[in-house]
C-alpha cells in the first residue's frame, strides 16, 4: 500500500511538468521563463504517443480515453499549481521567520494530499474506461515519460538508455519495458 502512494504522489508530480502556463513564470519573478507554447505542444502530442504506445490503446480505447484523461489532467495542473503555491508560501515563511509556519504547513499537507486524491480518483476514471492492465501502463508511461523529460533538461538520458529512448522504423520513440 505505502508503494502504491508513493507511486501516485509521484505520477501526480508528473504533471507538473505542464502545470506552469506556457511562456509564464507561475507568479514567481526570479525564474526563468518556461518554455513556448510550440514546444509545450510539442511535448503534449509526444506524450499522448508515448502513453498510446506503451499502454497499446486501439482507436476505440483511444477515442474514450484521451479525452478524460485530458479533463483528469486539467484538474492535476491546477491542484499541482496550488501545491507548488503552498510550498513556496511555507518555504517564505520559514525564511522570514514567520509566526504563521504551522498553519503553512498544514496548508501545503492539505494540498499535496488533495494532489494525491485527484490521481487516485483519475485511476478509477481510467479503470472505467480501460483494462487496468491498460490504467496501470498509463501511469507508468507517465512516469517514465517524465523521468525521460527531466534527463533531457538535465542533458543526461533516463536511467537504462544510455543512446535516448528506442526508436521505431519510423523514427518515433518506442516505449520499452523494464
Partial sequence: MKKLVVFLLC????????????????????????????????????????????????????????????????????????????FHALQSALEDGDRDIPARLDAYLAAKGKTAEAQRSAIHAYRRVLSVDKAARVLVAEEMFRREQIGKLRGTPPPGRPDGPPQDGEGHRKPERR
Fill in 11 to 86: 505520477a501526480a508530480l508528473s504533471c507538473s511538468l505542464f502545470a506552469q502556463p506556457p511562456g509564464g513564470h507561475g507568479g514567481v519573478k526570479d525564474r526563468k521563463p518556461g518554455p513556448g507554447k510550440e514546444m509545450m505542444q510539442r511535448i503534449r502530442s509526444e506524450k499522448i504517443a508515448y502513453i498510446s504506445a506503451y499502454a497499446k490503446l486501439n482507436k476505440e480505447e483511444a477515442d474514450r480515453f484521451w479525452p478524460l484523461y485530458h479533463e483528469m489532467e486539467d484538474q492535476q495542473q491546477k491542484l499541482t499549481h496550488a501545491e507548488r503555491e503552498a
